[in-house]
């Protein structure tokens, strides 16, 4: 089955500096690969997405790349502010035209920004 | 995003007792739902996938005899915690697929803190 990992565990950035989450996953045939910003007690919330057949996505100040060859992708926060602390997934799978797929999460990584 | 709603947002129960757990698509058909466990400062683990008139299939080192899942209509599906035990404890949380702008994404209910003493 399908393994992520995702690093750092915990980061600390200090206010308006850039923040960059790293994922690497081990099922090639994986293409779908969400992120996920979780506060404390509530839903994930998916913040933004990239797909297989696209290298990289901007949505304002958060962006994702991916490399399908290195199987890996990031997250980049630019401008970081105070409301962006939580908890960050990354998560991967593989669509199957229709078929039941379940996400697989990364451990997560506690954002801090720092004021 | 699609609303996917889930009940209650808490429970505390007793052990020895079963708790159900409620997830609503609401303004969308759901044929896959997924059940998803999450500890406390861990990530969301798969329990099971949940298809509407048909089993659930269930991820390996889960009991599908402690945890019933039912999917009987197009925008719900339950989950059953039978003969609860401490170690059951956790936060439960069910994802909807939903297909948008002809891509399809994932979408969790609020989640349930299931607390049983």
């Known amino acids: 089955g399908e393994n992520v990992e995702q690093h750092p565990s915990t980061l600390s950035v200090q206010e308006g500096d850039s923040a960059v989450i790293k994922c690497t996953y081990s099922?090639?045939?994986?293409?779908?690969f969400p992120w996920y910003k979780q506060e404390l007690g509530k839903r994930p919330q998916l913040i933004i997405d990239?797909?297989?057949?696209?290298g990289e996505k901007k949505d304002q100040r958060i962006a994702v790349t991916l490399n399908k060859t290195a199987k890996h992708f990031s997250l980049h926060i630019t401008e970081t502010q105070p409301e962006d602390s939580a908890v960050y997934f990354c998560a991967a799978l593989m669509y199957s035209g229709g078929g039941a797929d379940g996400l697989t999460f990364g451990k997560g990584t506690h954002l801090i920004i720092q004021p | 995003g699609a609303v996917v709603s889930q009940h209650p947002s808490r429970v505390i129960c007793k052990s020895g007792t079963s708790v159900k757990i409620e997830c609503r698509s609401l303004?969308?058909?759901?044929?896959?739902m997924f059940w998803y466990r999450q500890f406390p400062k861990q990530s969301l683990m798969l329990m099971a996938t949940?298809?509407?008139?048909?089993?659930?299939?269930?991820e390996q080192g889960v009991e599908k005899d402690k945890f019933l899942i039912n999917h009987a209509s197009l925008t719900l599906s339950t989950l059953t915690v039978t003969s609860a035990h401490p170690e059951d404890s956790s936060f439960y949380i069910c994802?909807?697929?939903?297909?948008?702008?002809?891509?399809?994404?994932?979408?969790f209910g609020s989640g349930t803190q299931l607390s049983v003493l």
């Open positions: 099922d090639s045939a994986s293409n779908y």
């Open positions: 990239i797909r297989s057949n696209v």
């Open positions: 303004d969308f058909q759901a044929t896959t």
């Open positions: 949940s298809n509407e008139g048909s089993k659930a299939t269930y």
């Open positions: 994802s909807a697929r939903v297909l948008m702008r002809s891509n399809e994404k994932l979408f």
